[in-house]
């Protein structure tokens, strides 16, 4: 994992006070505020609580970020292990919960330890596919569960969009290569793309900010303003960009959001 990514991370933690790090599931029309966001975020985890297999007795939480979901499944007597690639997550696991953890991409973990279930919120988009479906398999006990939830790019996606996820078909046809029977789905695109109007109403409150707090230098120091304005710009030009990334709309028409529940199947031959 980047930097970048690490200090996004850090921000939704340390500045925006949230527990999880994944969009959440939105309910009617809820108003768009930090408090309704943090309840969207719980409405998922349980929801994922909920779809867990009886059978699931030992899960690793593979890409674990906070560790909320593992907190949360450890709060219900099950054994957990985390894993993610992720320093300050590591920092934060190690320090707060006594049970191991993996530092380690899912694409390299290599152990003897076996799952009944492996939970990936939000995380099966960061590790290739073929990998994915192959190290599940290696670490899972037979009859084992894989539980994703995560969104994908689908075939017509375009731009910055068609960049974050894994295409949807190519995912589902790697699934059944690799004998994963798909055993539940639930699509909540429409109830996790309110994060993203969420998303932007922060960065134009962060931009306004920004406008304020400049404006008194912009009248003290107005070629200095120029200068920093023409360095600035390529970042500035950036954030414009990205705002792409968090249109909701476009989110809902080039991509989906999806729960999926596989049991793993006995290879053949
Ligand atoms: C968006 S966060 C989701 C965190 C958490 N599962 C949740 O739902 O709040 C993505 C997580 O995936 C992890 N991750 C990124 N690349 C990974 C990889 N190749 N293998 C395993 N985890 C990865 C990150 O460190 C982070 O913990």
Redesign the pocket.
Known sequence: ?SREDDRS?RFYNEVLGLD???YGIWEGNEELTIANLKEAQLRYENFLISKLPSTAKKVL??????S??TQRMLSMGLEVHG????KT?KENFTQNLNVPFYHC???DFDSDERFDCMVM???AQ??PFVQLFEKVRKHLNPGGHLMICDYFVLDHSEGVLAKSGHNLNQFKAESEQQRFKLIDERDITEETAKTLDMALLLAERILKAAEIFSEKPRQKHPILSKILFRLFRKKWDKINRDRDLIDSTAFKDQKRYLFLLYECQEQEG
Request: aromatic share 8%; proline share 4%.
């Open positions: 994992m991370l999880h790090l994944h939480d593979v890409g674990c970020g906070t909320a979901m894993l993610s690639p992720d997550q991409l899912f694409e919120s939000e995380s960061y590790i």
